[in-house]
């Protein structure tokens, strides 16, 4: 167990670090930030920042050094920096990175435990691509196998002809034929460094530009129906990677079950809710799993829960939410409140499943 006043390393600066560091400094610890230099708002509440490039294997040291352990707060995080940091003092480890952040070995992972992905095919030419199109069909989705997130590195294919015409770009890819689907959903998990492993309730999620906008509870009965399969598999997920901390796995809910979307080693957007809706947040657990303490209760508080980001300028008059006395504001600080960028959230908790 993690003695109170050590010390917690978050690899990033953006706003999952700044809710995770709140969480830590809650329960008697304190926490240094590491990212290259830009508006890392999380340092606002860290003890300390380092800022310095990924590849900075100096830099990297002299942070973990000043740790007791160290975590992440996005799945892009290079491998090789978290390898930086000595194994036993890193969670979870960077085996969940290297999974997560190349799509075509994130779906062949999921295989190997038995899940089921959207139809792929590798994409390493325009030959590829045509042939992709014309064995899963169209529409579908090219992607970048790394990078991408929020919709960005994302192209839709409609028809072979959009394939023909599309100037690929010089990165690995991978295309996906197209899911019908009557909702998404989320699971997220805590596990312990002991393999205990807890869930929150499931919400149905509504993005917008392939941006979350919203997550909905109760997700309703297309999702509620698909969640215990989808959480048999997000279980051997993390007990395959040895997990320790928050893991989310994305699902579409269709009539032939859910279907596996992506993964991420952390803490999620669509887990907000959980702040003030559940009985302890995912913040706290998985600052709770990192440190070597007890888990928390995950069970929902409140019979009906919207969490809804605030997106660019949006910010500029996001204080009118807290008008309703049941509306929970989240300002992440971030300075510039460019087009899609998420600049904070808000949470409204009912009374009734009605509100």
Known sequence: MLARGS???????????RMMAMSAVQLGY????????????????????????????DG???????????????????????????????????????TAQDRL??????EGLGGRPAAY????????????????????????????????????IASSRDAQALKLPDVPLIYEGFVEFDAEFSVILVRAQDGEIRFWDSTR??????????AHYPAGSAVEGQVADARVLARKVADALNYVGVLTLEFFATHEGPIFNEMAPRVHNSGHWTIEGAATSQFENHIRAIAGLPLGDTRTVAPGIEMRNIIGSEIDGAYAFLASSNSHLHDYGKAEASEGRKMGHITRLSLDTRG
């Not at 010390?7 to 670090?17: F, S, V």
């Not at 070995?105 to 999921?110: A, D, P, V």
């Not at 999620?205 to 919203?214: K, P, S, W």
């Open 7 to 17: 010390t917690i390393g978050i690899l990033g600066g953006g706003q999952l670090g």
């Open 30 to 57: 304190r926490c240094i930030g590491f990212a290259p230099e830009g508006d890392n708002v999380a340092a606002a509440v860290c003890d300390a920042f380092h800022t310095a490039a990924w590849d900075d294997s």
């Open 60 to 98: 990297v040291r002299a942070f973990a050094d000043a740790c007791d352990v160290v975590t992440w707060e996005f799945e892009n995080v290079p491998v090789e920096t978290a390898r930086t940091v000595p194994a036993e003092k890193i969670h979870p480890g960077p085996l969940a990175l290297e």
């Open 105 to 110: 070995t994130e779906k062949r992972f999921i």
């Open 121 to 156: 095919a590798r994409i390493d030419s325009g030959h590829d691509l045509e042939s992709a199109v014309d064995r899963l069909g169209a529409p579908g989705i090219l992607k970048t196998r790394r990078d991408g997130y929020d919709g960005k590195g994302q192209w839709r």
């Open 205 to 214: 999620n509504v993005h917008e530009g392939g941006i979350l906008a919203a």
